[in-house]
């Protein structure tokens, strides 16, 4: 199988996550990322198909990942798949807290682990060398470039790509990344020796929906800062109580939407592949990390999924780094209970309707009653957004009214 197939199965057939896996096994540079897309340069490529066998866009195995990662069947009835613990957990120190999406949680994990040399370098995402709206995947290698890449970052971006450089460097690493990118971490490690040597813990993000990048232009065009003035951007930047979207002007304003005021973007700007997504919680990491969104003041919520996972977050709380507390597969459902129901319990809908479809292996939920009237209206309001007259609509949206509407929904889901 060369890059081809990888064009006409995967690419051609909206199935692409954009995880970048197939860029970081390439052995010759044929793959990049242009445009928001992975383009193959056919001269380049020697028909190897490392790159066609590693991408999980088209399929990703989940009982066998689920076997050979935790020596069970895959659990399809659990909003969360496989796992050992739930914990609420936040940094201990202030600044780390503060300085981090939710609790912190991730970002602290990263510091220990290079600070006690479980590894020598950690992938993580940071903000472009004098493009501050732009983003890159590196390794970071001490305390201040985990500070520097703490944040989550809500836009497409091939962060796999980095495997190339992990092949290349003689490190002990830490992955960070999203469930599709796990995904495609874990059939790379699979295939390759190296990659499996290297990799020593992998934590993966809830992710309900990521966005393109017409979402952060959204964004930025409705906060009336342009373009060539903005100084630092932040997707979750902590204001009081809140996070949110935050932009700084090189001429001193600023502009800030609350994390819950924005959340309807995720329906006008998901790529179509997120839709067809059936892993919300990163379901094949050793850790798992999301928003405790009940918990005042920022919390994770971290779900213990390998033994070595188990480890490495016991490891934090003794050192008394990371604070923790017991927590729950029915809190996490409380307190996210929509996207959870979209994810997990009506992808159905979606198998059903769209052309095509990724084989996860193994038999999908069938929805039924209010929930699946509600997955049959999301998915209807989807396919709108995604028609031109639907993203005309989009612009035209007010940007106060949509985003009272969107955190006033999420308040009562919360409570």
Known sequence: MAAIELERKVIGRELCTGCGTCIGVCPTGALSWE?????????????????????PGESF????????????????????????????VWAADGNVKDGSASGGAVTQLCIDLLETGAVDGVVAVRAKAGNPCGFESFIAGNRQEILEAAQSKY??????????????????IAFVGLPC?????????????????????????????NMEEAATRYLIKKSG?????????SYRQKRADE??????????????????????LNLIYAPKRCWKCFDYSGEFADLSVGDAWE?????????????????????????????????SAEQIQKTQKMVTVYKKKTIDIRAARMSTFPDYGVKLPQSRGKERRF????????????????????????LKSMARISARLKRKEIH
């Open 35 to 55: 445009k928001g897309a992975v383009r193959v340069d056919h001269e380049r490529c020697i028909q190897c198909g490392k790159c066609y066998r590693a991408c």
């Open 61 to 88: 195995p989940m009982d066998l990942y689920a076997k050979e990662l935790f020596s069970e069947p895959y659990a399809a009835g659990d909003i969360l798949g496989n796992y050992r613990r739930i914990l609420n």
């Open 155 to 172: 836009v497409i971006l091939p962060v796999n790509e980095i495997l190339v450089k992990i092949r290349e460097a003689d490190k002990k």
């Open 181 to 209: 990118q796990v995904q495609g971490l874990r059939k790379a490690m699979t295939q390759d020796s190296v990659l499996r040597d290297r990799i020593q813990v992998v934590i993966s993000l809830f992710c309900g929906f």
């Open 225 to 233: 800062i342009a373009g060539e003035n903005i100084k630092r951007l």
């Open 243 to 264: 996070t949110g979207f935050f932009l700084a002007g090189k001429d001193g304003k600023s502009f800030f939407l609350p994390k819950h005021g924005y959340t309807f």
């Open 295 to 327: 918990e005042p003041g920022g919390c994770s919520r971290v779900i213990v999924r390998t033994k070595i996972g188990g480890q490495v977050l016991e490891s934090s709380l003794q050192r008394g780094t990371l604070i923790g507390k017991e927590s």
């Open 375 to 398: 997955g049959c209206m999301l998915y209807l309001i989807l396919c709108f957004f995604h028609t031109a007259f639907g993203r005309m609509a989009a612009r035209l949206l007010p």
